[in-house]
């Protein structure tokens, strides 16, 4: 059974700046991508950004320039850096972790960016 965990959401100011991090773990686990999806209220989710085997990063046109994700030390982590946000970033971030069969999702951790 795969497990997915994210943490590092909370409650910052309109320019603050806050930092994800999501481990995923589990039995013979050979990830292939990490990434990060976001949904606000009443939205429908949307991926935010991705980082793909050596290294290839991609991302959502609202958050380039802001956030950066990152893969950690350790095997199956990785964080998501972002700066510089606004209220509109206000949403449950999600983070997922995809194999070469399917793509395992966390339960979310809630980034709220007041004005």
């Known amino acids: 059974q795969v497990q997915v965990v994210e943490s590092g959401g909370g409650l910052v100011q309109d320019g603050g700046s806050l930092r994800l991090s999501c481990a995923a773990s589990?039995?013979?686990?050979?990830?292939?991508?990490m990434g990060w999806h976001r949904q606000a209220p009443g939205k429908q989710r949307e991926s935010v950004a991705v980082?793909?085997?050596?290294?290839?990063?991609s991302y959502a046109d609202s958050v380039k320039g802001r956030f950066a994700i990152s893969r950690g030390n350790a095997k199956n982590t990785v964080y998501l850096q972002m700066n510089n946000l606004k209220p509109e970033d206000t949403a449950v971030y999600y983070c997922?972790?995809?194999?070469?069969?399917?793509?395992?999702w966390g339960q979310g951790t809630q980034v709220t960016v007041s004005s």
């Open positions: 997922t972790a995809t194999d070469s069969s399917d793509n395992y």
């Open positions: 589990g039995r013979d686990l050979s990830i292939v991508a």
């Open positions: 980082i793909i085997g050596g290294g290839m990063t």
